[in-house]
């Protein structure tokens, strides 16, 4: 599932500061977590509805006062925060001075700033100090992935997860990447609900062997050109057994009950309220509807499940976090 900026892409200056970070931060999830979702449903209709209660879920997790008190806490105890937004608005500067958007900024940690043909120089002296402020924050970065207080939060991710039964990989990645983005964006957020998109998880592949050796007499340019062309026939065999998933039925956004069960399982898993307080705010006409409340919740609970459902073990490994799982 992608996430979705909570604020216009577009803004009067080009893309908006929020929406870049968003972006960033995706691909920085999907080089780091290459498979985040891995649902196991048994149909597509499956896998969706754990999107529309995920998405559903998240919504109200990250609005919840616990969670960004949580988030908080880490974000004052994280020291590159101050460096991160002084880049930030670097950035947002040289884009100023130079009469063009940000994002139309290049870097390079040799030569520093590039800006596109035909634009004129900044001032010398301020691309100078912007310069030192980028390779200040990019040292400071490195630092900090390899720091210990990188390693308590990310433990402390997986305990507050453990703490309320929500032991998902992907709540925790989903958690990680709010607490990053709020490093450089005060109260930055997303909207799950915007837009619903699985990614498929990946199949084991049929068993296959490739061999590939030079004829005699060929040349270099020749063998090159003969080695790709039939890579791209061993991986058009492997894509060729790929299965995808049955469709099912597909639930309809607008009518389906459950984002109500979403909701009431987040009331029940995070808030702490009482199956029968639950109901008596439901159904204050009726006299006991727990029943219906505990099933909304189990529903909700199952099509979670879906999703990895082992708490993840992290390790920092060279600035990159990862989750092993050693029962599996």
């Not at 991160?84 to 950035?91: F, I, K």
Request: charged content about 30%; aromatic content about 10%; overall charge negative.
């Amino acid at each position: 599932m992608r996430l979705n900026s909570d604020i216009s892409s577009q803004d009067s200056n080009g893309p908006s500061w929020k929406a870049f970070c968003t972006t960033l931060l995706e691909d920085w999830r999907e080089e780091n977590f290459p498979e985040r979702d891995g649902l196991h449903g048994e149909t597509e209709g499956d896998n969706v509805r754990h999107l529309i209660v995920r998405a559903t879920f998240l919504d109200y997790f990250f609005g919840d006062p616990k969670i960004k008190a949580a988030i908080q806490d880490w974000l004052q105890r994280t020291p590159l925060k101050q460096q991160a937004q002084e880049m930030s608005r670097t950035l947002i500067k040289i884009g100023d001075l130079a009469g063009i958007t940000w994002d139309q900024i290049g870097w390079d940690e040799d030569t520093g700033f590039r800006l596109p043909p035909g634009v004129e120089a900044i001032p010398i002296q301020y691309e100078e100090e912007a310069n030192a402020v980028v390779r200040s924050f990019l040292f400071e970065l490195r630092a900090f992935s390899d720091s210990d207080v990188l390693g308590t939060v990310i433990s402390e991710v997986v305990h507050l997860l453990e703490s309320l039964d929500l032991g998902y990989q992907w709540l925790a990645i989903e958690l990680l990447q709010v607490y990053f983005a709020n490093l450089f964006v005060d109260d930055f957020c997303w909207q799950y609900t915007d837009k619903l998109d699985s990614e498929t998880p990946d199949i084991l592949a049929e068993e296959m062997t490739f061999v590939f050796s030079t004829q005699e007499g060929e040349t270099k340019r020749e063998a090159t050109c003969r080695f790709r062309d039939e890579v791209a026939l061993a991986i058009e065999g492997l894509e060729r057994y790929q299965r995808p998933l049955p469709r099912g039925t597909l639930p309809k956004l607008n009518r389906t009950p459950l984002k109500k069960y979403a909701r009431w399982f987040y009331l029940n898993s995070v808030v702490g309220q009482s199956i029968m307080s639950i109901a008596e705010e439901e159904f204050p006409e009726d006299e006991d509807r727990r029943k219906d409340i505990r099933g909304g919740i189990k529903r909700v609970r199952d099509l979670l499940d879906l999703g990895r459902r082992d708490v993840p073990y992290p390790q920092i490994d060279e600035g990159r976090i990862l989750f092993s799982h050693p029962h599996n």
